[in-house]
């Protein structure tokens, strides 16, 4: 717990592997046991609350935020005063041990709300950047890192790292105009919706019925309601999210105290079935209105997809005005990430 108020920004973490042998490869990661995850997520000082899985990932909810693991690779999602970086060295030594090399590594988040109460390796972007560089190997040699401004607030510029190993990305990653991730934090949440994330005292319900109930609430499980949904309520309030869509998934938490309300949305798509783009503009519709943020700021990383261009005219008409856009070409193997940020128009 920060010292004025719970720090709703996110740390994220995503590794990608790669391996010789089709065996190793075929369940991956996957295999590391679940005790053995718990131990990482010690060391990142967090914990498992809920779970579910399919033929293609297995999907944690966290007492900060969230866990996704696929055979060859991990997204790892913590906000408060998490020490995420912390999970890298293991998690590399577990991968070493199924037969899977690192090859590529992402690291991103906004400005922290509270940023004086971060501790190591966190208390500054470039601390965090050189504690990741110790904890690569070697092949690890293609590296960047940037942060992208906002015309807005600080709070919401953008900090994004990527290491890769050349030899080995280009053949793991997805293809150009394939794959892309969408990153969302909002704040300044509307107080009649924030309201619903907060539970009644005394009222004998477990953190997984009353996050049921508040994803039927509030209208999450209409963003996309093919997808299989694991979700939490935390006491006295607070919200975690997971939902799984065959190979895609898709998460959401929620901090809903006035004075630092925050909510995250993040999710990946294909641009092969986005339908022209449409596919994002209707998530980003139906997010801004569960929400009602008075800033609003979404990171588009992908290969050659020009996606992140239907994220203006799908906010604006909601009466979120861009503010500012940034591009950072992390490399042809890494990608190009897009940052946009959005304001509320006074009524």
């Known amino acids: 717990m920060a010292a ?19 065996a190793a490869v075929r369940m991956g990661l996957r295999r590391i046991e679940f005790e053995s995850l718990e131990r ?41 005063t998490t020490q995420l970086l912390r999970a890298v060295r293991p998690l590399v030594v577990h991968a070493r041990g199924l037969g899977l090399a690192l090859c590529l590594c992402r690291y991103t988040r906004g400005s922290f709300i509270f940023p004086l109460a971060q501790p190591f390796p966190h208390t500054s972007f470039p601390e965090e950047v050189a504690y990741l560089e110790g904890c690569l190997p070697t092949n690890i040699c293609s590296r960047k890192a940037a942060i992208m401004p906002s015309n807005v607030a600080a709070s919401h510029s953008w900090h994004v790292f990527t290491a890769y190993d050349p030899a ?14 969408v990153e969302v934090c909002m704040t300044e949440l509307d107080r009649g919706r924030a309201q619903k994330f907060f539970r009644q005292p005394g009222d004998g319900k477990t953190g997984d019925s009353a996050g049921k109930e508040m994803t039927a609430l509030t209208g999450i499980g209409e963003i996309n309601p093919r997808a299989l949904v694991c979700d939490f309520a935390f006491d006295p309030c607070g919200y975690s999210m997971n939902g799984v869509d065959g190979g895609r998934y898709s998460t959401i938490h929620v901090t809903p105290e006035e004075g630092f309300s925050y909510a995250s949305y993040e999710c990946v798509g294909s641009a092969d079935d986005d339908d022209g ?22 990171s588009v990383t992908s290969r050659g997809s020009q996606v992140w261009t239907r994220v203006a005219s799908a906010l604006e008409p909601l009466g979120l005005k861009c503010r500012s856009c940034a591009a950072t070409d992390q490399s042809p193997e890494a990608g190009t990430v897009v940052f946009q940020t959005f304001t509320a128009r006074p009524a």
């Open 4 to 22: 004025s108020g719970f720090e709703g920004f996110e740390k994220r973490l995503e590794l990608h592997f790669s391996g010789d042998d089709p």
């Open 40 to 80: 990482v997520l010690g060391e990142v000082q967090c914990t498992v609350v809920s779970a579910l899985g399919n033929a293609h990932l297995d999907a944690y909810v966290l007492s900060e935020s969230s866990l996704f693991v696929y055979p060859t690779k991990i997204v790892i999602k913590t906000c408060g």
């Open 168 to 181: 080995l990305a280009a053949d793991v990653l997805p293809a150009p105009d394939g794959v892309y991730t």
């Open 277 to 298: 783009g449409e596919g994002i503009a209707r998530m980003l519709r139906k997010v801004a209105g569960v929400f009602r943020p008075g800033t609003m700021s979404v």
